[in-house]
């Protein structure tokens, strides 16, 4: 059973009023991990290695030059520094002007299993200071699975659009459109989930302008796209078969926000 529609018509508004509070920001320069606080990365059977970007942000430009380093946590990793990976050049130089940067991790293929092992990582700098939130950064690092590893039939573990997890779809790939997820029947019968992935790092997206089925009472066909926030970023493990993705819900005249649903393969 899908979620109320009532329910949907009281958060239009506190969606749409909070992601524009976000643009108006007046504090300080503060660090975070601002694209996603965990990430999967691969190597291919036929590398030697495979580079993975972690970027950072700062809340707003910065004034004059700063050094962020990102440091690994080796108590809360199972990844090994200078075995598993090693982090190219720790140290980024952040500008006048700019809002972020990115560090990157060379995976290694030799110690690299289909399990996977995860690294955590942190920021320091020594004259910015770090925000609130989205401080730490998980990365899984493995082997990489053939898709037709993936596909097949999903526990909906975490839900927003169902009223409580627990439905079971099948995700497919779509025999048209390469590098292209089908969840059957996800919002309705009839209705699919499409996503489009990256066949190398297996980031997805959501191709705007998906209908899910349902009318909105007052505001026409409740559609989907890719999140608004870029911290939220929706992704898939080939190896172990989750997919974890975050969509946007909205209709011509505001948003219901970025909803998250998680599917783990049976």
């Known amino acids: 059973m899908k979620k109320i529609l009532f329910l ?28 996603g606080v965990a990430g999967n990365g691969f190597v291919l059977n036929s590398q030697t290695y495979s580079d993975y970007k972690i970027s950072y942000g700062s809340i707003k430009a910065v004034e004059g030059s700063h050094q962020v380093k990102l440091v690994f946590d080796a108590t809360q990793s199972t990844a090994v520094l200078g075995t598993d990976f090693d982090i190219l050049d720790d140290t980024d130089d952040l500008g006048a002007g700019e809002t972020g940067g990115e560090f990157t991790i060379r995976i290694y293929k030799a110690p690299a299993t289909q399990d996977g092992k995860t690294a955590t990582f942190k920021l320091q700098s020594g004259s910015l200071p770090n925000a609130g939130f989205d401080q730490t950064y998980k990365l899984n690092m493995s082997l990489t699975c053939p898709i037709a590893n993936f596909v097949g039939i999903f526990d909906n573990t975490e839900t927003w659009w169902y009223n409580a997890p627990g439905g079971q779809f099948e995700i497919k790939e779509n025999p048209s459109v390469a590098n292209q997820l089908i969840i059957d029947d996800f919002f309705d019968v009839g209705y699919d989930l499409i996503l489009n992935y990256n066949p190398t790092t297996f980031a997805v997206s959501v191709p705007e302008g998906q209908e899910t089925g349902y009318i909105h009472p007052s505001y026409g066909m409740i559609k989907v796209k890719s999140s608004t926030d870029g911290a939220l970023v929706s992704s898939f493990n080939p190896c172990t078969r989750k997919l974890t993705v975050y969509m946007n819900y909205y209709v011509p005249a505001g948003t219901f926000g ?9």
């Not at 909070?18 to 920001?25: G, Q, T």
């Not at 970025?258 to 049976?266: S, Y």
């Open 8 to 35: 949907l018509i009281g958060c239009l508004m506190f969606f749409a009023c909070r992601e524009a509070e976000a643009d108006n920001y007046e504090g300080d320069s503060m660090l975070n991990f601002n694209k």
């Open 258 to 266: 970025n909803q998250k649903e998680v599917f783990q393969g049976i």
